[in-house]
């Protein structure tokens, strides 16, 4: 024994650990996976969903509001464009993607 046997002890050798179960290797990817659909793919697709569902009852008459905040009635409706009215007489057209409310009937009369 020296000298310097006694300030660092000697390295021994150990056998190779045994290799992991590739299931548990890929288990935390499955739960990130999980977590990224119920937390950020379901609900926007969900959102997707009521806004195609409200577009499709867009009717004649309706008080909408835009993704600008232009609020008027809807005059007309096309395929891809409604006509708004948003002042007597005014109308404009705007993308129906750009519908991002209805609201109650009535609600720009007490504006």
């Known amino acids: 024994m020296s000298l310097l046997d006694l300030v660092i002890s000697p390295a021994f050798a150990?056998?190779?650990p045994a290799a992991p179960n590739p299931i548990f290797?890929?288990?935390p990817l499955v739960v990130l996976g999980?977590?990224?659909y119920f937390m950020l793919i379901r609900p926007q697709m969900?959102?997707?969903k009521e806004h195609r569902q409200m577009l499709g009852?867009?009717?004649k008459g309706d008080e909408?509001?835009?993704s600008?905040?232009?609020a008027g009635k809807v005059t007309n409706i096309g395929e891809n464009y409604v006509s708004l009215e948003v002042a007597e007489g005014?109308?404009?057209k705007i993308q129906k993607a750009a519908v991002t409310q209805v609201l109650p009937k009535g609600t720009l009369k007490a504006l």
């Open 14 to 16: 150990q056998a190779a």
């Open 90 to 92: 005014v109308s404009i």
């Open 68 to 70: 600008g905040g232009i």
């Open 57 to 59: 009852a867009l009717a």
């Open 46 to 48: 969900k959102r997707t």
């Open 25 to 27: 290797q890929f288990a």
């Open 64 to 66: 909408a509001v835009t």
């Open 34 to 36: 999980v977590i990224f």
